[in-house]
């Protein structure tokens, strides 16, 4: 099923409502879909690089608002579904320590799932949920979000096509290999 969905992604690519869809499915990604807008994106930048910042930035819109709403998810269903779930399970001692865990480390858990193949989707709504301040999932949602999807924009438009197989197979550990220096740097500056 996962392929199918992924093959139907990948062919509105052609479509003459591509940056729509590309819209949907970037917004629909952030909280529930699971098909990252890359698989969409790409090939419309491939298709029409002189589109391809405009493109990047259709898609960064509107993952932040789908983020907004899986943030919402977190934040309002969690009252409804998971404190009686935890609560019966004998569980609420250690989910309040889990957000203040969470919380503490602030901006990171966004950045990472943001920039890294982790599903975005999952720290949209963790971060509702723990009560992550609003602005700092936003602020870092836009900074992720838009390193991603401007940096594929912009190798695809520097590069074409060749550069693709290098986005779809490494890129994420590129982002992975970022965050990790940066998370570095900064521990490191710490202690000097």
């Not at 934040?75 to 889990?98: N, T, W």
């Not at 836009?142 to 438009?157: N, S, Y």
Request: hydrophobic share 55%; charged share 15%.
């Amino acid at each position: 099923m996962l392929r199918r969905l992924y093959d139907w992604t990948l062919s509105l690519a052609g479509h003459p409502r591509a940056l729509w869809a590309l819209a949907i499915i970037s917004f629909a990604e952030s909280s529930v879909f699971p098909i990252p807008p890359d698989i969409l994106m790409i090939p419309m930048i491939i298709a029409a690089p002189h589109r391809a910042f405009w493109i990047a930035t259709v898609c960064l819109v509107s993952s932040v608002l789908g983020g907004i709403l899986g943030y919402g998810i977190g934040y309002f269903a969690f009252e409804e579904i998971g404190r009686p779930v935890l609560e019966s399970l004998g569980k609420m001692e250690r989910i309040e320590q889990f957000n203040t865990q969470f919380n503490d480390f602030g901006f990171w858990p966004v950045l990472i799932a943001g920039l890294t193949p982790f599903p975005y989707k999952v720290i949209t709504i963790m971060s509702g949920w723990t009560g992550l301040p609003l602005m700092t999932f936003v602020i870092t949602s836009i900074v992720a979000r838009g390193l991603r999807f401007f940096l594929v924009a912009w190798l695809l438009w520097k590069f074409g096509a060749p550069i693709r197989d290098f986005i779809e197979k490494r890129l994420g550990l590129m982002f992975i290999l970022f965050v990790a220096l940066l998370a570095g740097g900064f521990y490191v500056l710490r202690f000097l």
